[in-house]
Every structure is written in C-alpha cells, then in structure tokens.
C-alpha cells in the first residue's frame, strides 16, 4: 500500500473521445428484475479507489488502496474523502457497499450509470447523483459523465465513471495546499466544493454554445446553405441534453437547502444557496438559447423565401423582357406570300422595315426594363448576387 | 383442482397480433347506466385465475382455481397472489368481487377497459390502475395492456386484459427460485415488484422511438420524400399515446408515497421512490423526442423549400441561357425583304454575317454562365443531383 | 292535478335543430343593471314542471305541476326531484325561486343562459351549473345546452334550456325500475347520477371527433385539397368549445369532493371521485386531439409543398427539354444568305444536315431525359399523378 | 352650490375620438423623481366632482361641488359617493387626497395614468384601480378608460379619466328610482355595483371582436388577399389589450374576496363571486380567441399556398402543352436546302406534309390534355375563378 | 479629505459607448476556485468611493473617500450612504469587505458581475443584487449595468461597474435638496428610492422598443426587405435580455415583501408593494412585446409568400398570353412547299391570309387578357407596383 504525502496529479487527459451520442440517454435494466442489480459495463474501466484523508492539520493521500483498507481512516474523526474512479470492477463496487453500508438501490443507482440527477436522503447518508459536463476542445459540443457524491458523517465517497479526467483538480490543489478554509471544515463542506465545480462546468460549455448560436446567426443572415439547419437543429438537440442535466440538479440542490439535513451544516447551506444561484443562471441561459435557436429558425425559412423571390423575379425579369420580343421575331418569320396579296406582310417590303421592328422591340424591352426597374426589383438582383 | 408445486409456463406469447389502435382511448358506457355495470366484451379471452400462495419457506401455484376456492389461501398468513388473465368470463369476475370484498367502481374499473392509470385507496385496499407497454417486434411500434393491481392486507390480486402475454415472468422465477428478498416480505413487495416490471417496460419501448427518431433524422437530411413527414407524424401520435400511459402513473406513485396508506410499509415506500424516478426518466425522455420531432417537422419543412430553391435554379438557369439566344436566332429568321431596302436585314448577307452571329450568342451564353457561377449556382445544381 | 304512478316517456325527440354556433359563447346583460335581473328569451320553450317524489318503496311523478303544488312534497321526508324544461316563464321561474328560496343570483345563473359550469355552496344548498352535449345525429358535430342542479336537503331541482330532449332517461328507469340502489338513497345520489350520465354524454361525441380526425389524416395524406384545411380549422374550433365546457366541470367536481358540504354523504362522494376520474379522461383526450390537429396542419402544409416541387418539377423537366431544342431549331430557321459567303450557314447545303441536326437534337434530349432520370424526378411525376 | 333633487343627466356622450393607441401601455414618471409626484396632463378635462348621497329613504345629488364642500356630507352616517371627472386639476386632486385622507402613492397611482388593474388594502381604504372599456361605434375596436374606486367606511371615491362618458348611469338610475336593494345597502354594494358595470362592459366588445373574427374566418376562406393578415394581426394585437385589461382585474376579485376586508360585508362577497365569474368567462373567450386568431394565420397561410398552386398550375399546363408544339413549329421552319441532298427535310415537299404536321401537333396536345384532366388539374383551374 | 457641503456632479456622461454584447450573459469563474475569489477586470475603471452621510437636519458629502475613512460615519447614528463606483480596485474592495463585514460569497457576488439580479438576507445585512438599464441615444438599444446595495440598520453600501453615469442625481438630488421626506427616514428607504429609480428606468427603454416595434410592423406591411426579419429576430433577442433583467427583480422586491426583514420598516414595504407594481407592469409589456414581434414574424413569412403569388402571376400573365402565340407564328414560320400540294399551307398564298392571322392571335390574347381580368389579377399586378 504506497500512502505518501499529498501529491495531485497534473496530467492533461489522454485519450479523449467523442462518446457516440445515444437518443436514449439512461439506464435500464431487464424489468421485472431483482433490484440492486449491479449491470457491469464490460468495456469500463476497471475501478480505482483513491483516498484523502484530511484535517487542518494534515492531509494524507493514498492511492490505489481497497475498499476493506479505507475502514481504518473512517473510523477516525479526520475527513475521509474516497474517490472512485471506472466503475467496472463488480467486486471493489460489491465490497465498497459492504464498507460505506450502502442501501442496494443506492449502489445500483451509482453503477448502472446512466441515471437522472437527484438527492437521496437515507438519514445517515445523503447520496447525490450529478452530472458533470466537459467540453469538447474543439468548442463544438460537450460530453458528460455521471458522478456520484455519498456523503456520511466523516466521509465523502465520490464515483466517477471515467478514470482519465475529472474537474475536480482545483479543489484537491485547495486540499493539497490548504488554500481557503476547505481543511478546516467538514465532508459536507467537501461536497459543495465538489459540487459546485461541477455545476461551474456548465460555465465554458454554455459559453461554447453562444459562439456556436452567433457563428449561426451570421451564417443565417449572409451565406444560408443547406446544412445551416441541420446545425441548428443540432444545437437545438444539444440544448435539449444539456437541459437534460441541469434541472433535475438545480430541483436537487433546491431540496437540500429546503429540507435541511443534520449532515449539512447551517454554513454550507449558504454556500449552496450560491450554487443554487448558479444553477438558475445555467437554466436561465439555456432557456434563452433555445429561445433563440427556435427564431434562427424562422430567420432561415424566411431567407430561403427571400432567395427563393429572387430567383423567381430574375426568371420573370428575363422571360417577361424576351418572350414579347421572341414573338415580334416570330411573326416575321411567317411566311406568308406578299405576292397572293396586298395585306401579306407588305412590312417585309417595307424601306424602313426591319429598322422600324428594330425599334418596336428596343422600345417594348426599354418600357419592361423601365417597370421592373420602377418596382426596385434590379436592386434586390444584386443582392442575389451579394447572398450567393 | 390440480394444486402442485410452482412450475412456471415459460412459453412465447403466440399469435400476437397489432391491435388496431383507436383514437379514443378510454372505455365508457351508456351514460346514465346504473355505476357499477360490467361490460363484457365479447371476444375477451375467458378469465383464467392463477394463484401462487408463499412465504419464506413454501411457495404453491394453482392453476384454473376458481374464486371461492381462493378463499381457502386468503384465511392463511402467507401472501396470495391472484392473477386473473383475460376478462371474459362476467361470472367468475362478479364471483371475484364477492371473494375480494371489490367495491362495485372498483370491479367496473379493472374489468371496463381501457382505463386511465390512477390510483384509488379504499382504507382495507389499495386499487392501482396501471398500463403496461409491450413494443413490437419489428421495433416499429408497440401496443398497451391495462393491469389492475388490488393490494389487500394479505393478498395482491392482479387482472389482465390479456391472457397470452405479459412482462411478469422474471417475477414469477424471483417468487419460484426465491431470489432476493421477495419471499421474505409482504404483497405490498409483490406489488411493487409488478408495477416496477410494468414501468421498466417502458424503457426498450423508448428505445425503439429514440431509433426510429435517428431513422427519420438520417431520413431528413439525406433523402426526404413525401412518405418523411407522416412518419414523423406517426411518432408525434405514438408518443402521445405514450405519454397519457406514463403520466398519470407517476401522479398515482407520487400519491402512493405522499399519502402513505398502512398497506405499505416505510420500506417499500423506499423502492417506489426509486420506480417513481424511472417514471420521472421516461417521461423527461417523451418530452425530449416531442421536442425533437417537432423540430424535425421544421427541418424537413425547410429541405421542401431547398429543393424548390434548386428546381427553380435550374429552370431559371437553363431558360435565361436559352431565351435569349432564341431570340436571336428568331430575329434573323425574319423575312423582311433585303431588296426592298439596303436597311432591310444586310446582316443576312454579310461575308461573316452567320460566324459573327453564333459569336454574338456564345458570348451571351458564357455571360450568363459566367454570372450564374460566379452565384455559385452551379454548386447547388450538383447538390441537387445528390439529394435526388 | 293529474298525479299517477310514474310512467316515464320514451318519446325520441322531434324537431331537433342545430343552434346557430355563435363565436360569443356566454350569456351577458346589460351592464350596470340591478344583479338578479332575468332575461327570457321570447323563443325559449314555455317551463314545464315534472315532479318525481321517491322513496325505497314508493315512486309517483306529476306533470306539469305548478311551483306552489311542489311545496306539498317538499315538506315529506322522502326525495322530491323537481325537472324544469324551458325557461320560457318568467312567473313560473320567479315563483319557483320563491318556493325552493334561491338567491336572485342563482335565479339569474340558471334562467339567463349560458353560463360557465361551476359550484356555488350556500349553506342550505349546492348549486351547480353543468353543459350537457349531445352528438348531431350526422355525427360530425354536437350541441350543448345547459342543466343547472340545485341541490338541498330532501329536494333536487333540476333547470333544462330545453324541453324536448335530455340524457336522463336512464336514470329515470332506474328510478321507476328501483334498479341499482337509487331510490335507497338521498337527493345527493340522484344528482350525482344525473351529473355522470352528463359527463358521460361528452364521451360519444368525443368518439365522432376521433372518426373525424381520422378521416382528416387519411385526406391529408392521400387527398389534400383545399377544403382541408378549413375542416382541420373547424375540427380545432369544436375541440376548443367542447374544451371550455369540460374543464370548468372538472373543476367543480374537484371543489365539490374537496370541499365536503353537508348536503354531501361520504358515499357520494366516493361515487363523485369516479366522475372526476371520467371528466380527466375527457380532457386527456381533447387535448391529445387539439395536438393532433396541430401537426395536421404541418402535415398538410408539407403536403401542399411537396405538391408544388412536383409541379415545378414538371414545367422544369418540359422546359429543359424542349428550350434548347427549340433554339437548335430557331439556329437553322435563320436567314443567312449561303451565297454571300461561304460561312454563311453552310450546314443548310450539307448533304447530312438536316439528319446531323435531327442526330443532335435526340442527343441533347437524351442526356437531359438521362439526367433526370438519375435524379429520380420521374418517379415523383408518375407519384403526382396518383395524387391528383 | 347648486344641491337639488337627484336628476341624472342622460345626454350621449359628444365628440368621441378614438384615442391614438400606444404601443407602451402604463404610464411611469421620471426615474428617481418624489414617490407621490403628480404629473398632470396639460390637455387632460378639468377635475368636476359630482357627490350623491343616500340612504334608504333619500338620495341628494350635488354638481360641481368642491373637495372641502364634501366633508359636510362625509360626516354624515348615510353612504356619499364622490364622483370624479376629469383627472386635469390639480390643486382640486390635492385637496381631494387631504380631504380623503389618500396616502401620496395613491393619489399618484389614480392621477397618472394608465395604471396596470390591482386592488390596495390601506386598512380603512381599499383603493381599488379598475379599466373600463368601451366599444367603438362602428363594432370595429374600443377604447379603454381607467376608473379608480377608493372605498371608505361611508363613501365611495371614484375618479374617471374623462368627463363625457361612463356605463355608470344603468347604476345612477337604480340610485336615483330605489331600484333593487342598492339604497338599502352600504358603500361596499354600491363599489361592487360600479365594477359590476365595469366587468359586464367587457361583453360587448368582446361580442365585437366575435364578429370580426368570423368575418375574417369568411375572408380567409373565401377571399383571402394582402390585407387579411395584417387585420388578423390586429385583432390578436388588441386582444392582447383586452387580456392585459381583464386578468389583473381577475386577480383583484379574487384577493378582495380571498382577504376579507372589513369594509367588505359578507353578503357583498356573494356578490364579487358572481363577478369574478364573470371574469373568468371573459378570460375564457379572450384566450379561445387568441387560439381562433392564431389558427387563422395557419389557414391564411395555406391559403397563400393554395392559390400559388393554381398559378403555378396554370403556367405549367399552358407551357407543357405549347412548348413541344412550338419546337415542331421551329423544326419545320428551319431552311435545310432540299435540293442538297435527298435526306434534307424531305418532309416539306410531301403531299400530305402539312396536314401530317397539324395531325401531330393536335395528337401531341390532345394527349397533355388528357393527361392533366386525368389527373384533375382542371377542376381547380377553375376553381382558380372562383377564389379570384 | 475633502470633505464639504452636498455639491452634486450634474456633468453629463462622457465617451458613452455600446458594450460589446455577448450572448453568455453571466460571469462564472474557473470551476473548483476557492468560493469568495475576486477576478477583477484589468479594464474595470478604478474604485472611487463618495459618501453621502445625511439626517433630517445636515447632510454632507465626501468625495474619494477610502474604505477605512468611512468608519467614523458609519458608527453615528445618522445615514450613511457610501456609493462605490467602478469595480478596479482590488484593495479598496477587500478592505470595503472588512470594513462592512461583508461575507466572502457577497463580495464575489458584487465584484464578479455580471450576476443574476437576487436578494440574500444575511441577519444584519441585505444585500440586493440589481440590474440598470440605460437607453442608447439613438433610441435602438440599450446597455446594462450591475448596481449592488447593501443594507445594514444605519447605512447602505452601493457598488456600481461603471464610474460614469447612472440614474441616481434625482434621488441624490432629493437628499441635497431636502425634497420629500427622504432626509427623515432610514437607510431602507434610500435603498427603496434607488432601487425604485432602476425600476422605473426600464420605462424608457421599453417606450423605445414600441417604437421599434411600431416602426417594423409599418415596414413589414408596406415595403418587407431582407433586413426586416433579422431586425424582428434583434427585437426578440433584446428582450429575451431585457426579461432576464426584470424577471429575477421582480421575484426579489416579492420576497422582500413576503420575509420582512427587521432591516425594513413596515412603511417602506408599502413603498416597495408600489415598486413591484412596477416591476408587474414592466413584464406585462415585455411579454406583450414578446407575443407581438411572434406575431409579425408570420406576417412577414406571409408577405413573402404574397410577393411570390404576385411575381409568379406576372410570369403566368406574360407566359400563357405570348407563348401561344408565339406559337401561331411558328407555324407560319414552317417552311412546306406550297408547291408539293394544294394541302401544304395554302393559307400563306390566301388573299386575307395574313390579316386574319393576326385577327387569330389578337382573338386569343384578348381572351386571356380577359381571362385574367376576370379573375383579378390586374389588380394585383398594380399592388406589386406600389409594394415594390
């Protein structure tokens, strides 16, 4: 067991990939089925418990230890804080149940991942399922993953589904360097500090967004093409996710504050409140995004009638001009004998014929252009032009 | 009456058959009929009574027991469970509702379907209305079944519309190979464990809509056609069906948790919260895929409007290039006289009077090809050949 | 005063019209005039009294009695239900106020129709305001009219708009039958019987709506012409009156049971709880028909889109083809003189050249046909054709 | 003072004027400025009290009485209602706000107008701010006007925005002939006999907008043309007028009946339920009417697609038919010499050459002709006609 | 210090300029930071702190004072209004922490900015967080700025994000002046009167919206432009901004009303029930806004399709009149050999041939012009002109 000094790892993570969007976004196991059923995802992570264990004065960490190993710094009044990550070993989830005395629903919920965030209270454990959102770093889209916070009365057991990367960093660095007052406080003063990153998560990925939307609204507006709904319509969806993960977190963090459990202390509360704030900041912002995504759409229908006026009004410009004339040339194009008769086509004969047909045509297109250019239309074929 | 030890059927449903849906979902009777009346549909399956009488150490099944001899099990301690398959026979359900003590709504309710789910507490009993969902085997679809649950102190009756089919079998196997905890606990166990089944039900249904969904995206983007929109049509219904089937089960789960009969122990009431959330997930799920599908409506409103854009494009193409060389080539098909006058068409006869003229009409045509690319039209004529 | 054993008529209605639909939908006065004012309608049917006076054993019912000659049964302890069909007699109506001691504003609720439904408690009475709707006969619409009940200790006074007609002949058979536990009961299960076959009322007309959005699907999708709209709209403008007089009785059912008057035995109003049961599903189901509706309207606009890219489609194909023909063919109908130049058309002296021209003309046609054909248009033109 | 016998004046109001509607609706004050500022409208009528005062046996009438000239009347136990007209002057209002004892937010809230409906509970005042509404003469609008109740133990203050019209006089006249029990009654009855008024004012112009909406349901259906939209845009625009003037009215009778002031007796909050009533039928039609309004746009916009079906149809059948037919023309005007060669448009010297040509052009016609009747474009060619 | 008698800037702001809008409207700080962190923007102008310490009989004003300065004030009896302007100071702010002992999540909350508008009741602190809104000059926009105000029993504490102007000289106005009872009253009602000011400012603003609004449905109904859908979708966009400013406002002066505070006198809750009213009357109309610039969206979509119906009948008239007679001269343009046979176009060689050749054509031109007529679209073709 290699218990060492607090030290974090700083390591970018490796690896990263875009998870296959799936329209159906939780768990659910075979109905009828026994409940705390745990379902191991094959292709997850083996898990890996890490440790830290903490009071004002000193900070130990200890990784890689096993779920019966961690019994000795529960026992003790300093914090404990255990974090879980991968969650694909049945055994390390099946002993930890065993070790934290978690309800089989419970360990259910923070295995058979996905699941809707919420607040559970078990009076001597409030077990809290988040979701956390990463952005993806090209800034056009976010994965999320499910984190899992069981807090006791000396304790914080956190789950991770990944074990590469988490947002966690910043408050194991306060941890490690006993920045603020997060030392000299309580695991539940942990589990804000946890949560709360979490929930300023939701920041960068909400600020990707509205680069994306006004990346749209420029795009509506000057080159409309074929795929600019199909962004938008992306965006739209994107949102609905996103929604998906912020409600039911900031209804859950609504319950904490207002049924007042004996593990939060009165002080935390106030820090939650302040969390909360920011989870109707985040609701608040999608609402409007989604707000706007529904008039971009609107403004996309209306430039492709706009394009589609244009088109139609060069068609009737150019027909409407020719199509007089084309007859003019078809009638002296007949062939009616001048010598049968007087009145067959005695123009043909004419001195000043083909001038004079000449000018009938140059007069009947002058007097159309002239109409076409009072209605304004020549100004918005232009514009055709300009659009593309 | 052959009693013999639990021995459960584990056959296929056979000649499943798609009901034909209706789009009025409720039962009702003659109004002003005496409250109470049963209304046996005649092709109703026969009613078949199954019951399955256990504790922790024994578990019986009898199959075609007949309602009093229900009674006999219903005297003892141990938990009855009475399953009724098929509501066709009027006399062993009115038989039924002597044996059960059934209020005369009640025994109209569960036998007069289909029903809204809801949940009804008659102090000595509580009556769950539920709606269990089956989905096709093509994926395509699913059809829905009422099952009526009557919570006693001792017994749980249960009544099915169908005798052929349902999602209780891995129940059943739990009661017969004493799996988990449920021999150990009361009908109030049983009766979460069916409802969970019922509601579990819902999840591979949804996930046949998420795919049919992403079917129809594909569908959208790629090759919309006239049938594209009556199957996003379809769905939009399916999923109201849907919905009005989850709804009111999770107002009767809430009702169950808040109003705490004595039937339910505090235990139970801990796995309805957790079945409550699954109802909480399908419908936040519903409401994200009638968001989805409305917007769908409006992408493929809009690939309509491209495809007209680009039909229009091609035909103002092809007849601004032509119109005017035609008209060229009808004035000097014109016959006027060129001996009448030295004026009268001197073209005609001029040394390089036809090459000059087809160089007069290239380089009409190469204008309005030249202005049409520099448009990018011809771009969107190409595109328009991929969409087909 | 031709008092008899009750002898029920089962005359079926004559005369029936359909009302004028008028787009104001509720009864108002002058403004400022003394409350309690009564307006009769000088069209109205002349007030017609029925009285039916029951207990367990007994059942007499008097025709056309007068207002003071009910005070004779009113006065006896078993249940008098006074029926007043037409509201055509001021001096009936104000003596009736008198007998039964109403408040003016209740005289004026149910003699100046119509009225919203609603409950009013006044100690000694329950007054309760319903709209009863009863299928046109052609099944493509309904009326309404509206029965009003007041409710007191030992009496039920009923108030009907019209006289020909109403959905209380069931009740009356039980009632002369002794059928079900009717007569055993008080004036508060008589009118709860009559309240359930109202609100029972609404679910056939509810079934004609879902045949009539039925057929309006089949005509969008496979004949959408220009009527279709217009019956959707209407479809819409039914849904939303139908809509305006449910709700409000739900409402009061749900005031009534939650209330719990003294006029109301705990029996009823376990009776009244299945009606508020009945009155969710009607409104369940208009709402699912209203979006129904809804996405008819998309449907059919889409419909009417994609039946313009096909006429498009059409005149593009046509156009395509024969513009560059004609001009190939206006080319050789010019006039160049051979003889001045050897340049001059000398295609017309060729001996292949009227054969070349034709070997071109078919070429051109041939890719172009080619080109369509690729793009698939041909099939949607032989699909325009299905659609008429 | 000129004190006389009550004689109400009956004169229909003069030049009335149809108010320029603003788009902001409230009035606001100088951000910062003294809460109670008064902000007198230069052009507003001159402030006329009229005072009558009543009880059961007498009722005097008092024009243009001063502010001071009330206290004599106020002192007395019968029930004085003060009646102003005309909110332009100000050093009547400032008295008038001494006399009455007004807190300076209330005498601000009933002088600047419009203020948005609500009701104030000052202890021994309620201050109740009401908009009354007018119809225009020609059924084709209305105007609104604010009205403020200021309700003491024995008086009623009520201040108008104009001076020429109220619906009050159907309340004077019952003052004036003891019609009805309102002379018998405090001034409680009598605030509720004014808002009475005020409420059933709404009818009637509701009924208007009733008809234009069914005159525009006629338009739509059967002459749609540029202007329809933009009147439907109208009519929902002043609907949203209408709906700001009647729900907060709404929710004042309810608090005033939900609160239980003690200036309001017991039987008078009968009265304000019947009210309420009223107000929620109001509500009703004005929100079906927003929904009619906004189902119209739909139909409208249908329409639209309609007609450019028809005009579209009607290019293309014209030009389908005659395009070939003028390409045959074109094919058999071109001047391949014959002499050149006997392959040459031998065609032009056969003996049946020109009959043959016809006969092939009419086949060609007669079967585009055929095709489109098969496919029944023709019926709506002429329903073209019709719709104009 | 210099320290003087009240003497008020009344400069006008200087180098106004429009902020940058960007769509994510909140700060957030990097997810996991140590709660209470201050970001302090390097461009935030420096802090300047004025004091204005008052009571009924002096009051006195003090300029660039420092946070440790204000501690003497602070500890007499009378008011202290300490009004810090531009949020660049980091050391200013801390100290200003310490001095007010304010809690570390209020100081993030005034410094970070921008926030949501919200209210937190510390016990012996409230602290308000608003939003001001300032209108651009030229009446097409606005800017917002964060004002916090921190109440304690004898001061108030404002921070502002800019140092240039505000909406605060009449209320500072109102104390040099002695205006109103402002001077005899406590740090509540300050904190009413500038809070009030913001609320009120929102006026303005929103008249300007009207006009914008008012000025787009002119456009849109007599000369709609590509531009007119992306200034409707700006509208939307800035008050989907403006809602999010009032809205939280408004919930916060409710809940002021609703806790009371020890803070607040029950005389200043009066005042702050009139603020709300504003802020009800200021959503009122954002909301209206909101439904009307919906509304014009459709009416512009409308107008397009109504130009299109209008260019396509243009196209229609020219086509189905030129193109059949275009024919007619094609056929006379043929060129068979009159000589060949008496059937090949004897009608060249007729005396009359040619005049009733035209006589033809003028025929059927007529009747479609006719055609036309009849069906109106003459009409129509003249109002293109006048919409240009």
Not at 31 to 44: E, M, R
Request: aromatic letters at 10%.
């Amino acid at each position: 067991m290699n218990e060492k000094r607090l030290q974090l790892p700083n390591k970018p993570p490796q690896n990263e990939e875009k998870l296959e969007e799936d329209l159906f976004p939780y768990y659910y196991g075979e109905p009828g089925s026994v409940p705390g059923t745990l379902d191991i995802d094959p292709d997850a992570a083996p898990s890996e418990l890490v440790l830290i264990d903490y009071n004002q004065e000193n900070a130990v960490r200890v990784q890689q230890i096993s779920p019966e190993q961690c019994v000795y710094y529960l026992d003790t009044e300093s914090v404990s804080w255990v974090d879980v990550r991968g969650l694909g070993s049945e055994d390390i989830l099946i002993k930890l149940g065993q070790v934290f005395n978690l309800h089989q629903l419970v360990l259910e919920d923070v295995v058979n991942i996905p699941q809707r965030p919420k607040i559970e209270d078990y009076k001597n454990q409030l077990v809290i399922i988040t979701r956390m959102v990463i952005p993806d770093s090209d800034g056009k889209g976010f994965r999320s993953e499910q984190v899992s916070l069981i807090l006791g009365e000396h304790y914080l057991l956190t789950l991770q589904e990944e074990s590469s990367m988490d947002c966690f960093n910043p408050v194991r660095d306060r941890l490690r360097g006993n920045k603020g007052s997060i030392r000299q406080r309580g695991p539940d003063f942990l589990a804000y500090a946890l949560w709360d990153a979490i929930i300023d998560g939701f920041f960068p990925v909400l600020e990707d967004f509205g680069e994306r939307i006004e990346d749209l609204e420029d795009e509506v507006v000057h080159k409309p093409n074929e795929q600019t709904l199909g962004k938008i319509y992306q965006v739209k969806r994107d949102l609905l996710t996103l929604r998906r993960a912020i409600w039911p977190q900031r209804d859950a963090i609504n319950a904490l504050i207002r049924d007042k459990s004996p593990l939060l202390s009165e002080d935390v509360i106030v820090y939650l409140r302040d969390c909360y704030d920011h989870t109707v900041q985040i609701i608040d912002v999608v609402e409007t995004y989604r707000e706007l995504t529904t008039g971009l759409m609107d403004v996309y229908l209306s430039a492709l009638s706009n394009k589609m006026n244009e088109i139609m009004k060069l068609l009737t410009v150019i027909s409407t001009i020719f199509i007089p004339l084309t007859f003019i040339a078809g009638v002296y194009g007949m062939n009616f004998n001048p010598q049968a008769s007087p009145f067959n086509m005695p123009e043909l004969n004419w001195y000043w014929g083909y001038p004079v047909c000449w000018a009938i045509m140059i007069i009947v297109a002058s007097s159309l252009i002239i109409f076409f250019w009072r209605k304004g239309w020549f100004n918005n074929v232009s514009e055709v032009k300009r659009d593309g």
